[in-house]
């Protein structure tokens, strides 16, 4: 994973929560305190699994609802700012959605030993559509709370709901 992710969630837990909470959380998941990750380094994806259950213990919460609110964090006021081009060039949520997979190979392109996931769509309606994820990290709960997050970037009720271990159905109201 690259540690761009890892930078989001440290912004977020340290905006809510304070500094010394996610230092906290660093050093209970292995970490030293005050570590930074360098946006385009790899980070083992376990790594940030633990960091991300140790959160989750620390507030006491659950990982969807930790995924929940990092969807909203990273889709309404982290990806913004690093990606404005992407979020200028969309209308709308359902335009923003489509473009996912060309943006994830456009931004990696120049990542030596970027992954990314990638999106093939499918309309099952002309308001119903499914996006198939496919990446062997199994994050498909991440991915819709991530779509979810997005509706709220546009103000768009989305009905969001994991069908398969590999696919969402968004309906576009």
Same mark, same amino acid.
């Given at each position: 994973?690259? +540690?761009?992710?890892a930078?989001?969630?440290?912004?977020? &837990?340290?905006? $809510?929560? %304070?500094?010394?909470?996610?230092?906290?959380?660093?050093?209970?998941?292995? *970490?030293?305190? +005050?570590?930074? @990750?360098?946006?385009?380094? /790899?980070?083992?994806d =376990?790594?940030?699994?633990?960091?991300? =259950?140790?959160?989750?213990?620390?507030? =006491?919460?659950?990982?969807?609802?930790?995924? /929940?609110?990092? +969807?909203?964090?990273?889709?309404?006021?982290?990806?913004?700012?690093? !990606?404005?081009?992407? !979020? =200028?060039?969309?209308?709308?949520?359902?335009? *923003?959605?489509?473009?996912?997979?060309k943006?994830?190979?456009?931004?990696?392109?120049?990542?030596? %030993?970027?992954?990314?996931?990638?999106?093939?769509?499918?309309?099952?309606?002309? $308001?119903?559509?499914?996006?198939?994820?496919?990446?062997?990290?199994?994050?498909?709960?991440?991915?819709?709370?991530?779509?979810? %997050? &997005? %509706?709220? !970037? @546009?103000?768009?009720?989305l009905? &969001?709901?994991?069908?398969?271990?590999?696919?969402?159905?968004?309906? *576009? $109201?």
């Amino acid at each position: 994973m690259k +540690g761009v992710i890892a930078n989001a969630l440290a912004e977020m &837990v340290k905006e $809510k929560f %304070g500094k010394e909470k996610w230092d906290d959380i660093l050093q209970k998941s292995g *970490f030293p305190k +005050g570590t930074m @990750f360098l946006p385009t380094q /790899d980070i083992n994806d =376990n790594d940030v699994l633990k960091i991300i =259950n140790i959160l989750c213990k620390e507030l =006491n919460i659950s990982l969807q609802q930790a995924f /929940d609110a990092f +969807g909203e964090y990273w889709a309404c006021s982290f990806a913004p700012k690093l !990606y404005a081009p992407f !979020y =200028n060039q969309a209308k709308s949520a359902k335009d *923003f959605l489509l473009k996912m997979d060309k943006v994830h190979v456009l931004t990696t392109k120049s990542m030596p %030993g970027a992954k990314p996931p990638r999106f093939k769509y499918e309309w099952k309606d002309d $308001k119903t559509l499914i996006m198939t994820y496919e990446s062997p990290r199994r994050l498909i709960d991440l991915v819709a709370s991530l779509v979810k %997050g &997005v %509706g709220k !970037y @546009f103000k768009e009720n989305l009905n &969001v709901r994991k069908i398969s271990p590999d696919k969402v159905e968004i309906v *576009f $109201k």
